[in-house]
């Protein structure tokens, strides 16, 4: 099988063979996916990812010598490409991090009362939100459009110009802030209040499902055999959960890349006042399972100073400035990861330094001091979140699983161990790519449920576990940075 998983910083084509026990993963293709400003709009080059996609197709041949069985698209949520009735694009897809969709926003909430909207979709508002987005769409009038118009999310839209088949994936779909939590479908009340046309949606489909089949000039073009298209699961952070090789029933998540998701998995939405003002999401899982999360800027932090800093003329990989946190002093500043200023694209470390300013805090000046301050601080929301996650649940949570690339960062891994004080439980860091590979192999009748999944990727990727160091030391600290929230 293969899968092709898209990430907001780069993408990759992973080919997997499943012998009835084990799972042997093979990456055959990785590319950067870099967004493109054009005019007064952010971007998706999606052109680009196509081509990369196919790319990835003739290196999987190449690499299994022969077509694999299947093939599934995932990507980061919320985004979407509009298709016009010839099954053209309608222009390139817009990139959540462009604040034009925030005004938007505003307006829709005078329509429907924030706590209203979230006790109907389960989402939290944020200007990156679908729902937003389209509201933001200048292009389209939907009197005029609507009728002929359709939104693919990102994996569907993949699917659709791979196989000519249009649907709409449960997982993907869940991020969009339309959908009814508890009906696992589309809220055509919320549409029609917001004035947006019901038709420009697709039919939503079960994660595991196949769309359709490879088309015949896609086959003839790349030289590879017809296989079966498949959404296995849409939304890249639900195919992590997927594979979280977890053995306890009760856990926390943190599936760490350019986002930080936090949250548990549970069989039910939690739509309460108490877990809107937490800024949680239901989202959906693998088996109509409901992802309660939180989203926490993550490592896009890090990411963002280091694109900053190469422009300054210095590049500096992710190990060698981990490498340099680590030996910096432990810091006495922190910022809060939830916050919204970090959200659109820019110069991070003086919006980092800016932060601490405002808040009174020293200001970090080093390199290696703002990579510790941005760590320290996600490990902290980390704690927050799990506080918070238990609160909303009832339960006392022992175990994190962190999956996904971020875990590469041992000294993330380990600053969430100690500053939470719970076991952290660590792999796969291709999680994605597995859980994305392992519902294909349910499409395909040779895994039955997500317990199995789940057996299957503690077989093939043994996880790696970090336990809480200094506990007393990061307490103290910990109750500097609550109060340092609680003032601000
Ligand atoms: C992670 C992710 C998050 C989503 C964010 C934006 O890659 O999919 O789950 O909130 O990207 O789409």
């Known amino acids: 099988m293969m899968a092709v998983d898209f990430g907001a910083s780069s993408g990759r084509a992973v080919t997997g063979h499943f012998d009835g026990e084990r799972l042997s993963i093979q990456e055959v293709h990785r590319f950067a996916n870099e967004p493109v400003q054009l005019g007064d709009r952010l971007h998706w080059d999606f052109l680009r990812l196509f081509h990369e996609l196919k790319q990835g197709m003739v290196k999987a041949k190449q690499q299994l010598g022969r077509t694999p069985a299947s093939i599934a698209v995932d990507t980061w949520g919320v985004d979407y490409g509009l298709v016009d009735p010839k099954g053209q694009l309608v222009g390139n897809p817009g990139h959540y991090r462009d604040l034009r969709s925030e005004p938007a926003m505003r307006e829709a909430l005078k329509l429907i009362p924030e706590a209203d909207l979230y006790a109907r979709t ?55 802030g339309l959908l ?66 977890a053995e306890a029933s009760r856990y926390a998540f943190i599936s760490s890349g350019t986002w930080s998701l936090m949250g548990i998995e549970l069989d039910e939405p939690i739509l309460t006042e108490r877990s809107r ?78 932060y601490c300013r405002a808040t009174g805090q020293p200001v970090p000046q080093s390199r290696p001091e703002i990579v510790r301050c941005i760590l320290e601080s996600l490990a902290f929301k980390y704690r927050q979140t799990l506080g918070e996650i238990e609160e909303l649940t009832g339960e006392r949570l022992e175990h994190i699983h962190m999956v996904g690339g971020g875990i590469q960062n041992r000294l993330l891994c380990q600053l969430t161990a100690s500053v939470t004080g719970k076991t952290v439980i660590a792999g796969p860091v291709e999680a994605t790519s597995i859980g994305n590979l392992m519902m294909q192999a349910k499409a395909h009748g040779e895994v039955h449920n997500l317990a199995e999944i789940r057996q299957v990727v503690r077989q093939s990727f043994p996880p790696e576990t970090y336990l809480p160091q200094d506990a007393d030391e990061w307490e103290e600290r910990y109750r500097k940075y609550h109060q340092l929230l609680v003032r601000h």
């Not at 009038?141 to 994936?169: C, I």
């Not at 009340?189 to 949606?201: A, D, G, Q």
């Not at 039919?203 to 015949?216: H, K």
């Open 122 to 176: 389960g989402i939290q508002s944020s200007s990156i939100n679908t729902v937003y987005q389209l509201l933001a769409e200048e292009q389209l009038s939907f009197g005029q459009n609507a009728g002929d118009w359709r939104m693919l999310f990102m994996p569907d839209l993949f699917h659709y110009y791979l196989s000519g088949v249009m649907a709409s994936e449960y997982t993907i779909a869940s991020t969009s």
């Open 180 to 245: 009814d939590p508890v009906k696992r479908d589309w809220n055509i009340p919320v549409m029609e209040t917001l004035s947006l046309p019901p038709s420009l949606f697709n039919p939503i489909i079960m994660p595991g499902t196949r769309v359709g089949e490879l088309r015949p000039d896609i086959c003839a073009e790349l030289s590879v055999d017809g296989m079966p298209v498949i959404a296995a699961s849409g939304h890249d952070t639900a195919a992590a959960v997927a594979s979280i090789p």
């Open 277 to 354: 003002q937490l800024l949680f999401s239901n989202e959906g899982g693998a088996e109509g399972k409901i992802r309660l999360l939180k989203n926490i800027m993550g490592l896009w932090l890090l990411q963002e100073c280091r694109r900053t800093w190469a422009m300054e003329g210095y590049q500096l990989g992710y190990a060698e400035l981990t490498e340099m946190a680590e030996h910096a002093p432990r810091n006495s500043s922190y910022i809060d990861a939830g916050d919204a200023v970090f959200l659109p694209p820019g110069n991070m470390p003086q919006r980092i330094q800016e």
